[in-house]
């Protein structure tokens, strides 16, 4: 399986997505208030730009972050758990 948040950002309007719009944008993972934590701590997107009193990030290196926050895990079906069981 694969996954990009590239998809999401060739489909996003505009080239900035606000830290208010990152819920949309990662669909769901992330939430205003822990971006607002990681940017303090320093390991937000390298790349934001401050707009008057808001925060945006370019929206293809916030999706090669998010990306980078990606990790994928693979289950086995509860047959083959059974029949490894054995």
Same mark, same amino acid.
């Given at each position: 399986m694969s996954f990009s948040f590239? *998809? !999401?950002?060739e489909s996003w309007v505009g080239e900035l997505v606000l830290r208010s719009q990152i819920e949309e944008f990662s669909e769901g993972t992330? !939430?205003? *208030? *822990?971006?607002?934590t990681l940017d303090s701590m320093g390991r937000g997107p390298a790349e934001r730009i401050r707009v008057g009193g808001k925060i945006g990030y370019p929206k293809w290196p916030l999706a090669e972050w998010l990306d980078s926050k990606c990790r994928f895990e693979h289950r086995r079906s509860s047959a083959a758990q059974k029949d490894g069981a054995a």
């Open positions: 590239h *998809s !999401k950002a992330f !939430k205003p *208030s *822990s971006m607002r």
